[in-house]
Every structure is written in C-alpha cells, then in structure tokens.
C-alpha cells in the first residue's frame, strides 16, 4: 500500500472515531429536542385552553396572542442556546459559536433586524393589536397576525373601491413601520364616525327629511346605540341644486359599508313615502315659450 492509500485510511479512520465520539451526544441532543417539543407543545395547549377561552375583550385576547408569541420565541432561543451548548462542550465553545453566530446574522439579517426592532416597537407601544382596523401606508386591513418579522393583514378594499373584506391577506414586513404612516381606526374604541348623505330639492320640506334621516338612523343602529360615542345627528348644506341632508352616526369599523347600506335603503323608503320630500337629481327643464312673447313675473 502507497503512502496515499494509507493516508485516505487514517481519514476515514479518524471520521469514524469522531462520528463514534459525538454519539452519544447527538442521541441526548434528539432526545432533548423530542422532549423539548412535547413540553412545549402541552404549554402552549394549556394556555390556549385555559387562558385564550376565558378572554373576554380584544385587549385581553391580544395580550394573550403576544404572550404566546414571545413564548415561542423565548423557546427557540433556548433550544438554540442548549444546542450549541451540546455541541461546543463547554462554555467557552458556547462562547466562540454565539460569537460567530451574532457576526453571521448582523452581516446577512440587517433588514431582519431592522424589522424585529419594529416588532418590539408594536409590542411595546402598542400603536395598534391583533384585531384592530388600521392603515400603513396605502394598505387598509384588519390586524390578523403580529409575527417578529411581518404584520398579516386581513385587506379591505383592495380588490373593489369599498371597505370590505377583499379575503386577501397582505403581509407587510416590520421593517415598514418606521418608513409609513399608520392609522389606527380603533385605537381608543372599536367605534368610528360614518354618513350617509342625501340631496332633496329647494321645494322638499327640510324638517320632515330631517326628522325621516334621523328616525331611520336610529333604526339601524338599535343594536348598539348605547355604546356609540355620541347618538346620531344630522347636518344640512346648501348645494346648487339643492340641500344635502347629511346623516352622521357612529358604527363599529367592521360594519360600516353593512349599517351605511341599511340606513340608505331607510332614508329612501321613508323620503319616497312623502309626498312633502322629493330627492333632487341632475336633470334640465325646457321651457317654450312663442317669439317675442314676454315672461311673465
């Protein structure tokens, strides 16, 4: 046998002896991790059973969500931490693997971490929570998912000119929120101001289309009247052909195309009933008269 020959030998002798060496290592690193998991797993149930069900509010389920987030970031932390641990042997291999593990991620994850420092704003200021309406930049949805790189959310608009749910869901990277506008439709209640407006001809009777606009908004807002910020009301403005009537209420965010919708159908079914109100509409009259006739005042 050659010198190389040998060599190759000693090689893969020496694979060998270091895969023989590490086994017993990698077998407590696969049981670690099965037991890991399962722990993790029957937490996770029992504080989405015990503790998710029994919230009753938008915040406290939020505050819920965000815990379960952390908590499963804090676990893959962990995990990572342990593994390195195994397999560096010591604190000082753990010491040398962190180092070049934070070199690695702050050359290749700049926008990554850019975006986790987005995270921790939203948990921390909580400029808006999972469920509420809110706007970033051009793009409108309700608040679906807050991950530790992307905010999920349900679209409306999007696909027609309208505030209702498209069915897409956006995802925009944490990183966007120190670049955009956001606007919280929800932020201090879940209760955001609406109108329907409707224009009546200069020969209606105004205060019968205005008690018609406001009886009607009571109807279709019945359901939570009492939780609204302030009861309907009705504002009137001269227009060339006409007074708007401009019926303004307040309506949870998520029903505001439904309730605006129902109270139009309302207003118009009571404005047709009366023969006092009419509702003006671009049109032209033509009025003949014979050559050289004079008009009558």
Request: charged share 25%; aromatic share 8%.
């Amino acid at each position: 046998m050659d010198i190389t020959g040998f060599a190759v030998m000693l090689d893969f002798a020496a694979i060998e002896a270091h895969v023989t060496g590490m086994l017993p290592t990698l077998i407590l690193l696969a049981v670690f991790l099965g037991i890991s998991l399962l722990v993790y797993k029957v937490i996770t149930a029992g504080i989405k059973r015990g503790v998710l069900k029994r919230a009753k509010t938008k915040k406290q389920k939020n505050n819920v969500l965000v815990f379960l987030s952390l908590w499963r970031y804090a676990f893959t932390v962990l995990i990572l931490v342990t593994i390195i641990f195994l397999l560096g042997g010591d604190i000082t291999g753990l010491g040398v693997w962190a180092g070049l593990l934070t070199a690695a991620l702050g050359w290749a994850l700049q926008k990554p971490i850019t975006g986790v420092a987005g995270w921790i704003m939203v948990i921390v200021k909580r400029p808006f929570q999972i469920g509420d309406r809110i706007q970033i930049g051009a793009v409108k949805g309700d608040v679906q998912e807050i991950s530790l790189t992307h905010i999920y959310l349900k679209e409306i608009g999007g696909t027609i000119a309208t505030e209702e749910t498209s069915g897409r869901v956006i995802m925009i990277p944490n990183s966007k929120l120190f670049e955009q506008d956001i606007i919280n439709y929800t932020l201090t209640d879940d209760y955001i101001l609406e109108q329907v407006v409707v224009t009546l001809t200069y020969e209606s009777d105004l205060d019968k289309a205005i008690d018609i606009c406001r009886k009607a908004a009571e109807k279709v807002t019945k359901d939570f009247v009492d939780k609204m910020p302030k009861r309907p009301y009705i504002r009137t403005f001269f227009q060339q052909s006409g007074i708007d009537v401009k019926t303004r209420f307040y309506v949870p965010a998520s029903d505001r195309i439904r309730v605006a919708s129902e109270l139009t159908q309302e207003i118009f079914r009571g404005i047709d009933k009366e023969k006092t109100t009419e509702i003006a509409y671009p049109h032209t009259e033509v009025v003949l008269r014979k050559k050289g006739q004079q008009r009558q005042l």
